[in-house]
């Protein structure tokens, strides 16, 4: 099963269709996370790059979402479980916070066990550009208000109607 998606496939559409599309996609479980599987888009057979990464509890509530604009998504996402307090702003350390485990390498082991049955997803943007990028995060950061991340600063609308078309434009 593919747990990427193009985002040409959900630009342009309703807001609460490109929610269900995300919501009812596959996502692949965390602790499944691998090389190969990310690095090739099958669709096209390029090295999938640049885009966002979506991760999901093991409720399907989106808990965080990220972006990649100029490494690989593996180096990207590995870099969010280094288990050392040194990381501050990363996956594992805002849920040892938000879990109020202690902030040491037992609260990241911790942390660790509660999400074996995370999930994610890519949105995969390949040449779109940086600043294209960067715009897709914010919008899935308030489409889903995640609650590992801090909304985005000056932020330009707080919420979307279901009926608002999925564009950069919207942010």
């Known amino acids: 099963m593919d747990f990427k998606l193009n985002v040409n496939?959900?630009?342009?559409?309703?807001?609460?269709?490109?929610?269900?599309?995300?919501?009812?996609?596959?996502?692949?479980?965390?602790?499944?996370?691998?090389?190969?599987?990310m690095l090739i888009d099958k669709h096209t057979n390029e090295a999938m790059r640049h885009g966002v990464y979506i991760i999901f509890?093991?409720?399907?509530?989106?808990?965080?979402?990220?972006?990649?604009?100029?490494s690989h998504?593996?180096?990207?996402l590995g870099f969010h479980f280094g288990m050392s307090p040194n990381y501050k702003y990363t996956f594992l350390s805002k849920l040892v916070e938000n879990l109020g485990f202690s902030k040491d390498f037992d609260g990241?082991?911790?942390?660790?066990?509660?999400?074996?049955n995370y999930?994610?997803?890519?949105?995969?943007?390949n040449n779109k550009g940086n600043e294209f990028i960067r715009k897709l995060e914010k919008i899935f950061m308030?489409?889903?208000?995640?609650?590992?991340?801090?909304?985005?600063k000056k932020v330009v609308k707080n919420s979307f109607s279901d009926t608002e078309l999925f564009q950069t434009t919207l942010y």
């Not at 959900?10 to 602790?31: A, E, N």
């Not at 998504?73 to 990207?76: Q, S």
């Open 142 to 152: 308030v489409m889903y208000q995640p609650t590992l991340n801090n909304l985005p």
């Open 119 to 125: 999930k994610y997803m890519i949105i995969n943007a």
């Open 73 to 76: 998504f593996v180096d990207r």
């Open 57 to 70: 509890n093991d409720e399907n509530k989106c808990v965080y979402v990220g972006k990649c604009e100029s």
């Open 9 to 37: 496939d959900i630009i342009g559409i309703p807001i609460s269709d490109v929610r269900h599309t995300i919501d009812t996609h596959f996502k692949s479980p965390l602790k499944d996370l691998t090389y190969l599987s």
């Open 108 to 116: 990241y082991v911790k942390a660790v066990s509660v999400i074996d």
